[in-house]
């Protein structure tokens, strides 16, 4: 069983950063897909960023946020960080962290942080 917490939501202004960070316990050596997902109120949840766990870690970004935010991983400390540079009030949401399988039989999913952009 995988268990994701995340932590690092708050209140920033338009132009500010926010670093999020996803705590797992267990083990998530199993689930090479790790990433970052948000939904705004009244849309539906979308990509925002993966990594893969292998050496290396291979990125995906969403079109959106490609050059503000960056996605890392430690496997050692079990932790997946979403640092987040020049945001948007688009930006607001409720960010879910996010560990699978490559075939997506096994998903597991963080309770949520959010995320406010306003001046």
């Known amino acids: 069983q995988v268990q994701l917490v995340e932590s690092g939501g708050d209140l920033v202004q338009p132009g500010g950063s926010l670093r999020l960070s996803c705590a797992a316990s267990?083990?998530?050596?199993?689930?090479?897909?790790l990433g970052w997902y948000r939904q705004a109120p009244g849309k539906q949840r979308e990509l925002v960023a993966t990594i893969t766990i292998t050496s290396g870690g291979t990125t995906n970004y969403a079109d959106s946020v490609k050059g503000r935010f960056t996605i890392s991983r430690d496997n050692a400390k079990n932790t997946i960080d979403l640092q987040m540079n020049s945001l948007k009030p688009d930006d607001t949401a409720v960010y879910y962290c996010n560990a699978r399988s490559t075939d997506y039989r096994q998903t597991y999913w963080g309770q949520g942080t959010q995320v406010t952009v306003s001046s």
């Open positions: 267990g083990s998530i050596l199993r689930l090479p897909v």
